[in-house]
């Protein structure tokens, strides 16, 4: 298993390669903001909730408090700390 930004979700599925992450990692997890990114479309929402092998979790607001992490929006806080899911 490995986690993802929307980066190379988006540019694999622009060039419906998607399935080379299929065959390099058994499942992908992605944060809930990273999720909103890919389907923000209703085409590519139609795509992605179909790969099972890819899965969305939410990510715990208290790392950042923890771990004192700059102020950055709240989106890129939750693609930086995409290992640390509820």
């Keep these: 298993m ?4 929307a980066s190379p979700l988006i540019v694999l599925l622009k060039i419906n390669k998607l399935s080379i992450l299929k065959e390099l990692f058994e499942k992908i997890v992605i ?3 990273v999720y909103k990114e890919i389907t923000s ?3 590519d929402k139609l795509i992605f909730d179909k790969l099972e ?6 990510v715990r607001n208290e790392e950042r408090e923890r ?19 509820t």
Aim: hydrophobic share 30%; aromatic share 12%.
């Design 41 to 43: 479309k209703e085409h």
């Design 53 to 58: 092998w890819i899965e969305t979790r939410s």
């Design 2 to 5: 490995i986690a993802s930004n």
């Design 31 to 33: 944060p809930e903001t």
């Design 67 to 85: 771990k004192k992490q700059p102020p950055f929006p709240r989106s890129i806080f939750k693609s930086l700390t995409v290992s640390k899911f």
